[in-house]
Nanobody
């Protein structure tokens, strides 16, 4: 079965950079759209960026111009390059597949939403940005 594992989370100062990776095991992403979600304490689970198999991408307004998503040719790793990080980027970042029309739910964690609606997702990696 396909499994996803995130890595690359760390603590950095504002203005710094990090690169997150979402690695597939037990299979590849194939033609799936891969998304990066994040959730800060007290906030909802939000879609940050996504990439389709044709290379088309999506970015939330809050990260446009600062984050870049990419996928390797083997379709086994999706990378999120984050630059000019801000304290408001502090969150746990998750990757997930086939998340079309995933509902937003107040007072729900990303993991609980994923568990209810998705088949494949990662447990997350923590990013902390100091001011």
């Amino acid at each position: 079965d396909l499994q996803l594992v995130e890595s690359g989370g760390d603590s950095v100062q504002a203005g710094g950079s990090l690169t997150l990776s979402c690695t597939a095991s037990g299979g590849t992403f194939a033609d799936s759209e891969i998304g990066w979600y994040r959730q800060a304490p007290g906030n909802e689970c939000d879609l940050v960026s996504s990439i389709k198999s044709d290379g088309s991408t999506f970015y939330a307004d809050s990260v446009k111009g600062r984050f870049t998503i990419s996928q390797d040719n083997a379709k086994s790793t999706v990378t999120l390059q984050m630059s000019n990080l801000k304290p408001e980027d502090t969150a746990v970042y998750h990757c997930a597949t086939d998340f079309l029309d995933l509902p937003r739910k107040k007072a729900a964690t990303c993991l609980s939403i994923f568990d209810e609606y998705l088949e494949v997702w990662g447990q997350g990696t923590r990013v902390t940005v100091g001011s």
